[in-house]
């Protein structure tokens, strides 16, 4: 566990970091928003999310997301925030482990047992990529190809192999692109399916490795639209799970959208039952310690009619949270990552 002291570096540069990088339209537009979604003034809101940045780690967004214009003093200092999973990344996750969760190709070579799924890289025999591409598209006619930097859903794209009439330009196109890391389409759990059967929807469970147990210390459940990413960009949203796997409220984003129903399937998001839970626990155990000197993880699962499967591992891992006004939970998660790291 990492003490507190070793901590305060880590602390200080990131306030000195966030201070020089404050976008004061940004802070105003938030304010103005929760001001209005909660009915304080906007002074009192940017004053007091000035001081909860600077005092207690609480980012902007955060702020926002977790309604802290109408929770207590105590009430807050239960909610894990984005400043402190930071520190806790730069604390725990060791730097030599790191480059295999930020490339998406070392990623699926680190964890290919526990892929379920074929995949492919192109521009590393680029006499044979077209071939290759074309016999893998014969056996998956849908596929997604990803560009191996990428975040928020950004650089993974679906393809139809019918649409394609040149495999070798088309080829071309993707290693042009950057998009050489060719996937399978996961089918997914027909439970989870029936919430949104167009998006492949995940389950980011966050974990810490302390090199015998692993902790699971949050879990939510995100939500697509059809895109090919459930992530917010997409039209996304996501509702927390509790220890068994159950949806803890409606859904919501970081847009003050709420979503008591799902809006395309009109599926009750409080209703949502992850299933295979306990066989999802085991799973993130097992891949918790392939890279033990990354630790601390948000998992992205995927349920299938199989067993749980991995899309990636983000060592920098996001936070996800109750939200208060959705949930009627007015605590968070802050002290069971506290208890499992010492953070």
């Known amino acids: 566990m990492a003490s507190s002291a070793s901590s305060l570096p880590v602390r200080v540069k990131y ?11 940004s802070l105003i537009a938030r304010a103005k928003e929760t001001a209005a979604h909660h009915h304080r003034a906007v002074p009192a809101v940017v004053l007091d999310m000035l001081w909860s940045a600077a ?4 980012g ?3 702020y ?11 009430e807050r200092a239960t909610y894990m925030t984005h400043p402190i999973s930071n520190r806790m990344s730069q604390l725990l996750d060791k730097p030599e482990g790191r480059a295999t969760f ?7 070579r680190a964890f290919a047992p526990y892929l379920g799924r074929e995949w492919l890289v192109l ?16 056996r998956h006619p849908t596929f997604i190809a990803k560009t191996p930097q990428g975040s928020a859903g950004l650089g993974v794209h679906r393809y139809q192999a019918a649409e394609v009439s040149d495999w070798k330009a088309f080829t071309a196109e993707l290693v042009g692109r950057g998009e050489l890391l060719i996937e399978e389409v996961i089918l997914q759990h027909e439970d989870i399916a029936a919430y949104c059967p167009g998006t492949v929807n995940t389950t980011r469970v966050t974990a810490y490795f302390d090199g015998t147990k692993t902790h699971i210390l949050a879990a939510a459940q995100k939500f697509g639209r059809g895109a090919v990413s459930d992530q917010m960009s997409f039209g996304g949203f996501y509702t927390m799970l509790d220890d068994n796997g159950h949806a803890r409220s409606a859904g919501y984003d970081s847009h003050e959208n709420v979503h008591e129903l799902h809006p395309d399937t009109h599926k009750r998001i409080a209703d949502f039952q992850l299933p295979m839970w306990d066989e999802v626990v085991a799973y993130v155990d097992r891949i918790a310690r392939v890279i033990p000197s990354i630790p601390y993880v948000g998992w992205d699962i995927v349920v299938t009619p199989n ?6 591992g983000n060592w920098a ?27």
């Open 317 to 343: 891992a996001g936070v996800y949270e109750n939200k208060p006004s959705v949930s009627g939970i007015r605590t968070g998660h802050r002290e069971r990552y506290r208890a499992a790291t010492g953070i």
């Open 55 to 58: 005092r207690h780690d609480v």
């Open 60 to 62: 902007f967004q955060d």
């Open 15 to 25: 306030a000195v970091d966030r201070a020089l990088r404050i976008n004061t339209g």
């Open 123 to 138: 521009g590393e025999n680029p006499a044979s990529d077209a071939d290759a591409l074309q016999a893998f598209a014969e």
């Open 102 to 108: 930020h490339d998406k190709i070392a990623f699926n």
């Open 64 to 74: 926002v997301d977790y309604d802290f214009a109408i929770l207590s003093r105590a």
């Open 307 to 312: 067993g749980p499967v991995v899309i990636e």
